[in-house]
């Protein structure tokens, strides 16, 4: 599903983010990413996502090689990924239900569909009676769930989460495992970027771990 | 891998076979909600709103309401064109026989539609009852005035040719001089003529002005939604759909500025109207002020919509392509 091959990335100021990283993600894996922060987690999701693009090597995605995406196209393959961000991301003066609707308005489905929608990845994430709340409201773990349901709202085959317990308590941060684990379950490709090892070595599922932008263990499976 | 990427391609390849009605509704239904959302905001935001439109509004009413007037001056001049005319000034002591005859050859001219003699009698009876002299007009000795013919040119013919006959009627041996009544008629209308083209220079300026201030009012919009902008790009937003809010922005506040400049003309028709109108009656003419009228207004209206649209557009394409997730 995700395939990074002998992927390098190296800044303008000279700083190698990655290098030669290959790995292969396949369908329904659920994979953790870890290393130190500067290790090049973020830069690898950054990557997929296309905010940033390989200095070398080759990155295919659902079997698209992203070198061939042009920038135009970049919003038609990040709709197929759902990303969820460590400092959330949410639109303050969107009430909860707007917030995880956006994908769904950008991507053009009718109201009905939207409001079924965003109503079913709210009931999953535990949040449907706080859906007309506005996200200032709510508590960090609250606001956490909410990038989560607008990163699934619109049934992406990826899910891509940097730090998603970042900011959480440990029974909160059980929780959103939880949730990942869930969506995995039902088909949905899913990394994870997080530090936390005592929480990742709980769950049984592949470890990538990172260092100094090279590749530590877990290769291509 | 392989076969995913394959059966990949086939579901994206039917989706946008069956959905081209779909995306279209969708492009539809976006248009109608940021439209309705950028108008809120507008709305939200009467004080500032309502500044923005002023201004613009100010800006287009400027050279618009010049312009209405040059319209009206032009109007009024242009009733007394056909009055152009020639006088010519016999010479001291020309009998009125004499004046009568020469009266009758002029108006043989093929130039000349009609001819006019005053005798000196009359113009001094015409002159003491318009100009309130009388007084010292029967004081004089004798008549000052002498005997004048007044020649009206075919309408069809020019300045320059009104000219050539006034030069061609002094040298007649009667006539003591010609003047052209029309002189101060042409210096009128090249004024006219200088002011529409300022008029035109002022309002180009004002319109290039008015797309910079929606251009820098739709750029602080664009800042102040900078994180919105980077969120929507993150989950898939395309730039046409981050651009198209602040283009509905662009264009209420431009069609705002057209009401408002409307209204403004408007009002000033209606404040000058009642003592334009005395004046004209004084002249005994029913002469009175026209306005732009409401195919005028509303395409005032519509110049402010395309302004806003141009000034939105400069801007977004200046500054939205440089907001991008960091």
């Known amino acids: 599903m995700i395939l990074f091959d002998r992927v390098s990335k190296r800044y303008e100021e000279g700083h190698d983010a990655l290098r030669e990283i290959s790995i292969d993600i396949g369908r329904d894996e659920m994979v953790f990413l ?91 994430v535990g949040l449907l009676a706080r859906e007309r709340a506005l996200p200032i409201t709510l508590s960090g773990g609250e606001q956490q769930r909410v990038g989560i349901a607008r990163a699934v709202v619109g049934r992406p085959k990826i899910l891509l989460a940097d730090e998603p317990t970042g900011n959480l308590d440990p029974a909160l941060s059980a929780d959103v495992m939880q949730l990942f684990e869930e969506f995995n379950r039902v088909g949905v490709t899913v990394l994870i970027a997080s530090h936390d090892l005592g929480l990742i070595s709980q769950l049984h599922h592949r470890t990538i771990t990172l260092r100094d932008g090279q590749l530590v263990t877990g290769t291509s499976a | 891998m392989a076969n995913d990427a394959a059966s990949g391609r086939r579901e994206g390849a039917s989706l946008s076979r069956t959905s081209f009605m779909g995306r279209y509704d969708a492009w539809l239904r976006h248009h109608r909600q940021s439209s309705a959302d950028s108008l809120f905001r507008v709305l939200d935001n009467p004080v500032s709103s309502i500044l923005t439109w002023l201004v613009i509004g100010i800006a287009l009413a400027l050279p618009v309401s010049l312009d209405v007037a040059l319209e009206n001056a032009g109007r009024v001049s242009s009733t007394w064109d056909s009055s152009a005319q020639l006088s010519l000034f016999l010479v001291d002591g ?49 008549n000052p005035l002498p005997h004048v013919v007044l020649v009206e040119p075919l309408e069809d013919v020019d300045p320059a040719q009104v000219t050539g006959l006034r030069d061609e009627f002094e040298a007649l041996g009667l006539v003591a ?16 003529e200088l002011s529409r083209r300022s008029v035109l220079a002022l309002g180009g300026f004002l319109i290039f002005g008015v797309v910079l201030i929606l251009g820098n009012t739709i750029r602080l919009a664009i800042e102040s939604r900078r994180e919105e902008i980077v969120i929507v790009k993150l989950v898939g937003g395309s730039n046409a759909f981050v651009r198209r809010p602040f283009l509905y922005t662009g264009l209420w506040y431009g069609v705002g500025g057209g009401v408002f400049a409307a209204l403004l003309v408007g009002a000033g028709l209606w404040f000058l109207s009642a003592p334009v109108e005395q004046l004209a009656s004084l002249y005994g003419s029913d002469f009175s002020l026209r306005g732009p009228g409401l195919i005028g207004s509303l395409n005032l209206v519509l110049v402010g919509g395309m302004l806003g649209l141009i000034g939105a557009w400069l801007a977004v394409s200046r500054h939205l392509g440089a907001i991008e997730p960091r």
């Not at chain 1, 290790?39 to 996502?49: F, N, P, Q």
């Not at chain 1, 070398?56 to 196209?73: I, N």
């Not at chain 1, 038609?76 to 969107?94: A, K, M, P, S, T």
């Open chain 1, 34 to 124: 870890t290393g130190h922060s500067g290790a090049g987690k973020s830069t690898l999701l950054r990557l997929i996502m296309l905010m940033d693009r390989p200095t070398r090597g080759k990155l295919l995605v659902d079997g698209t090689d992203l070198a061939k995406v042009g920038s135009r196209a970049i919003p038609r393959h990040r709709r197929e990924i759902g990303v969820v961000f460590q400092n959330h991301q949410l639109l303050f003066d969107r009430s909860v239900f707007d917030n995880v609707a956006l994908p769904l308005v950008i991507a053009g489905y009718d109201q009905r569909e939207v409001g079924r929608r965003v109503r079913a990845a709210l009931d999953k």
């Open chain 2, 94 to 142: 020309t009998s009125q026989d004499a004046g009568k005859a020469l009266t009758e050859e002029l108006a043989m001219h093929p130039q000349v539609a009609r001819v006019q003699f005053v005798s000196r009698e009359d113009a001094l009876a015409e002159f003491t009852s318009v100009s309130g002299f009388a007084d010292i007009l029967e004081n004089l000795e004798e």
């Open chain 2, 177 to 192: 001089e010609a003047t052209l009544d029309m002189a101060w008629l042409q210096r009128l209308n090249s004024l006219l």
